[in-house]
């Protein structure tokens, strides 16, 4: 692909001649490339990986294989652990299951955060295995590192923060996280659900310790996702498995084993290799547009979406302008329920986006808004054309109820 063109790759996502799709937040759709090479995979070498000799096993594992690798490179995290999990959500419970912790240990967490990476620490806490978990306040939408330092205490073990908001769309200062996490010998988890999609990503120059995505994010298909983790996490940080069992093993003695190496240790019994073959292909694809690209893309439309929307009298729009975002906006209108909004947008213009609490609950109710947002987020498939749409689509339904 010669230049970054909307237009072309929207050729490749047939059901957006029918429609806008404005929910990319929530799960992206899936090019022709990843939904073929899926069906390939399907029809020619669908086998278990690891275990058998024969030609079709050892072509899916091959590709399994590969597929880890394709993605370490998409996230610049070559010599790190990549394992494959169902989603983000998996992911981030595989660290905090499979965390040896003290009962002495803090985890900090914000409340913007998703509640995929809110329960798993509070379940921690709430079960006595940790000592407290502490919340960095701030309804804005940016958090300041300074803040997310305030928080750390001699007892905290691990920053688990969201690296985008799925509400706000706004970015997180990882980088300056991880030196702060670094300074005080503290572990970094980043919830990268919404960045993996948007970013131009160097894992390793960022920092983190523990990376978590959702493949169905970024253009790969459902049921995909994946946690990575660091080479500088030192062995007793390392999760423990949450399952054990066929593939995972190294040497079974009697009722004793031994672990294999690598990712294989989180990936016990037969695996999704037909997800993880799209999800690969979804990864080449977003490097063939160029995740710069991408990035400066998302967030153009996001800004177009800020400008258009904040001039419509009743629209409050939430993500904050002059920062660096990722393609995602939440904006309420006044006297219209969030539902009735997402429900007229496509009654009346066929643009699907995202309404309610956004699984962020304690955000919603640190903001008051009992029936939380509407959600507009873009991809690299949307258009200015779709932008303005959306625009003009919402000032039709604010003069309706005026
Ligand atoms: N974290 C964030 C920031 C999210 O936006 C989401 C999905 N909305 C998740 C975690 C959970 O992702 P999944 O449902 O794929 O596990």
Not at 7 to 19: A, H, M, S, T, V
Not at 64 to 82: I, Q, S, V
Not at 123 to 148: F, H, M, T, W, Y
């Amino acid at each position: 692909m010669a230049a970054f063109d909307p237009e072309l790759i929207r050729g490749d996502f047939p059901i957006l001649q029918k429609l806008i799709y404005l929910d990319n937040a929530a799960t992206s759709l899936s090019p022709r490339q990843v939904v073929e090479a899926q069906n390939d995979a399907e029809y020619n070498y669908r086998a278990n990986v690891g275990r058998g000799i024969h030609r079709l096993s050892r072509i899916a594992t091959h590709q399994y294989l590969e597929a880890h690798e394709t993605l370490k490179r998409f996230f610049g995290g070559e010599n790190g652990t990549l394992a494959f999990t169902k989603n983000t959500t998996e992911a981030i419970n595989t660290v905090s299951l499979g965390l040896r912790w003290n009962k002495t240990d803090r985890i900090v967490t914000t409340i913007q955060d998703h509640h995929s990476n809110l329960l798993p620490w509070y379940r921690l806490k709430n079960e006595g295995r940790v000592a407290e978990v502490d919340v960095v306040r701030g309804l804005s939408g940016v958090i300041l590192p300074e803040d997310v330092e305030a928080c750390i205490t001699k007892d905290t073990r691990l920053v688990a923060i969201g690296h985008a908001s799925n509400v706000f769309g706004t970015i997180t200062e990882a980088e300056e996280i991880a030196k702060i996490c670094k300074d005080y010998g503290v572990l970094l988890l980043l919830d990268g659900a919404q960045t993996a999609p948007h970013l131009p990503l160097n894992l390793e120059k960022l920092g983190c310790d523990f990376f978590c995505f959702s493949g169905h994010k970024m253009l790969g298909p459902m049921g995909t996702g994946g946690l990575w983790i660091s080479p500088d996490v030192a062995e007793p940080d390392i999760p423990a498995p949450l399952f054990a069992g066929g593939g995972m093993v190294a040497q079974v003695d009697g009722t004793s084993f031994t672990r294999v190496e690598g990712h294989a240790r989180f990936e016990a019994g037969t695996q999704n290799v037909i997800g993880a073959v799209g999800l690969a292909e979804a990864a080449r694809y977003l490097m063939r547009l160029g995740m710069e690209n991408v990035a400066d893309h998302s967030a153009d439309l996001a800004r177009r979406m800020i400008s258009g929307l904040s001039e419509i009298p009743g629209v409050h729009v939430y993500t904050p302008s002059g920062v660096p975002l990722i393609g995602t906006v939440s904006f309420t209108l006044e006297d219209v329920h969030p539902h009735e909004v997402a429900y007229l947008l496509d009654e009346a213009a066929g643009i699907m986006v995202r309404s309610g609490e956004h699984c962020c609950q304690p955000l919603m109710k640190g903001l008051r808004l009992a029936g939380g947002t509407v959600r507009a987020s873009a991809y690299c498939y949307n258009s200015e054309d779709d932008i303005d749409m959306l625009t003009a689509t919402v000032e039709e339904i604010a003069g309706m109820v005026k």
